[in-house]
């Protein structure tokens, strides 16, 4: 029975980092969408400044 915790207690360690790895990079994903929309909000902002005072 020893042998079989062990593995138990294996897998679940085994689970445990696959799923600080994915948190890692769902977060890491999360920023750089974060980074992207700050971006793009950034370039649209002066063109909806722009186009009022074009017309």
Same mark, same amino acid.
């Given at each position: 029975?020893? $042998?079989?915790? %062990? &593995?138990? +207690?294996? =897998?679940? @360690?085994?689970? /445990? /980092? @696959?799923?600080?790895?994915?948190? =890692?990079? $769902?977060? #890491? *994903? /999360? $920023? @750089?969408?974060? !980074?992207?929309? #700050? &971006? !793009?909000? &950034?370039?649209? #902002?002066? *063109? #909806? *400044? /722009? +186009?009022? +005072? $074009? %017309?």
């Amino acid at each position: 029975m020893n $042998r079989q915790t %062990s &593995a138990e +207690d294996e =897998k679940r @360690a085994r689970l /445990a /980092a @696959a799923l600080r790895e994915n948190l =890692k990079r $769902r977060k #890491a *994903q /999360a $920023r @750089a969408r974060r !980074v992207e929309g #700050a &971006a !793009v909000e &950034a370039d649209e #902002a002066p *063109q #909806a *400044q /722009a +186009d009022p +005072d $074009r %017309s």
